[in-house]
């Protein structure tokens, strides 16, 4: 048995076309997020509960799709050169300025941490469930 149910939801959000998985791991950030936001009375303009879904959009769309590198437009190289920015993966990380666009929000500093720890979270999520799998493949 999978030591966390949000490994098995991370990944099967991420690496199927299961939308009951990816609307259940939006809910799952979600949910993190407005317990750190209402630690941190960091409220969003909306409110806690409708800002805290905006604010897990970008963070969902990031470990879902990845973001094309702005660099190399996702190729992976400029000038016949390996990209500098994203190092030849093709991905770059979405910048402040859209994370806030996409979050409704003007300043994103105060939820700057929030992000950060649920990345953080959500991405031991998926080392965890992909080492469990390795487990049990052998």
Known sequence: ???????????????????????????????????????????HPLGYVRGSRNVAFPVYIQYIQGYICNTCRGSGEVANKTCKVCKGSAHGQISDDKRAELMGVTDYSKLRPIVDQVEQELNQWEQDGLSHLRKKLK
């Open 1 to 43: 048995h999978c030591p966390c149910e949000h490994s098995y939801t991370a990944l099967t959000a991420k690496y199927s076309d299961d939308e009951k998985s990816q609307r259940a791991l939006h809910g799952l950030l979600s949910g993190r997020i407005l317990s750190l936001m209402l630690r941190a009375s960091a409220e």
